[in-house]
T-cell receptor
Framework: NAGVTQTPKFQVLKTGQSMTLQCAQD?????MSWYRQDPGMGLRLIHY???????DQGEVPNGYNVSRSTTEDFPLRLLSAAPSQTSVYFC?????????????FGQGTRLTVV | AQRVTQPEKLLSVFKGAPVELKCNYS??????LFWYVQYSRQRLQLLLR??SRESIKGFTADLNKGETSFHLKKPFAQEEDSAMYYC????????????FGTGTRLQVFP
C-alpha cells in the first residue's frame, strides 16, 4: 500500500521557473492538502481540497496554484519560483469523516530556488 | 485567532527521565487536538489524538479546556523517542485543515 506519494523528492529551480509538485494517494481519501515546512515555523497550509473539483486557499497560498481533477491526485504548481519558496513541501490526505480524522503525509519534496 | 503554540524548540532529557512537551492553543469553537511525530528520515505520522484517549508508545495527552492546553507526556523516555513532535488542531466539525505548532525536537540521551 503506497499511501501518499510525492514526486520529486528533491528539486532545484532558478528564480522565475515554473514547476509542478506531484501528489497521489491510493486510499480513496476525500481530503487532500499541501503544507510547507520552514525552520522555526512548523507546517503551514498552502491549499487544500475536500473532494474532486473543489479547492480552497490555506494560510500561505500566494505563488501557488492547485487543481483536483481526480480523487487520487492533487498537484501543486509554482507559477514563477522565488527564493522565498525554498522549503520542504508536504502533501497530506485524510478520509474526511468525523470518526477518522488522521492525516497521512507524503515523504516530502525539498525545493531550493536559486 | 487560531493558533497552536509550542514554547520549546528543543527538549533534551536522559533515558528514563519523564518527558512533557507543552502545547497551548487558541481556538474559537470546539477543536480536535493531535500530536504528530516525525522520526529521522521518516514521514510525519499521527501519534495520538485527544478524542481517542489512548496511550501510544507510552505517551499520553490530556486536553485541558480551561487552560487550553494539550501537553504530551511520557513517564520514562526512551532513546527511540528522539524525534520532532508537532501539536496540531482542527475543527471538530471540519477536519480538512490542520493548524500546526512550530514543533519541539526531543532528544533522549543514553
Amino acid at each position: 500500500n503506497a499511501g501518499v506519494t510525492q514526486t520529486p523528492k528533491f528539486q532545484v529551480l532558478k528564480t522565475g521557473q515554473s514547476m509542478t509538485l506531484q501528489c497521489a494517494q491510493d486510499m480513496n481519501h476525500e481530503y487532500m492538502s499541501w503544507y510547507r515546512q520552514d525552520p522555526g515555523m512548523g507546517l503551514r497550509l498552502i491549499h487544500y481540497s475536500v473532494g474532486a473539483g473543489i479547492t480552497d486557499q490555506g494560510e500561505v497560498p500566494n505563488g501557488y496554484n492547485v487543481s483536483r481533477s481526480t480523487t487520487e491526485d492533487f498537484p501543486l504548481r509554482l507559477l514563477s519560483a522565488a527564493p522565498s519558496q525554498t522549503s520542504v513541501y508536504f502533501c497530506a490526505s485524510s478520509p474526511g469523516t468525523r470518526s477518522n480524522t488522521e492525516a497521512f503525509f507524503g515523504q516530502g519534496t525539498r525545493l531550493t530556488v536559486v | 485567532a487560531q493558533r497552536v503554540t509550542q514554547p520549546e524548540k528543543l527538549l533534551s532529557v536522559f533515558k528514563g527521565a519523564p518527558v512533557e512537551l507543552k502545547c497551548n492553543y487558541s481556538y474559537s469553537g470546539s477543536p480536535e487536538l493531535f500530536w504528530y511525530v516525525q522520526y529521522s528520515r521518516q514521514r510525519l505520522q499521527l501519534l495520538l489524538r485527544h478524542i481517542s484517549r489512548e496511550s501510544i508508545k507510552g505517551f499520553t495527552a490530556d486536553l485541558n479546556k480551561g487552560e487550553t492546553s494539550f501537553h504530551l507526556k511520557k513517564p520514562f523516555a526512551q532513546e527511540e523517542d528522539s524525534a520532532m513532535y508537532y501539536c496540531a488542531l482542527s475543527s471538530s466539525y471540519n477536519t480538512d485543515k490542520l493548524i500546526f505548532g512550530t514543533g519541539t525536537r526531543l532528544q533522549v540521551f543514553p
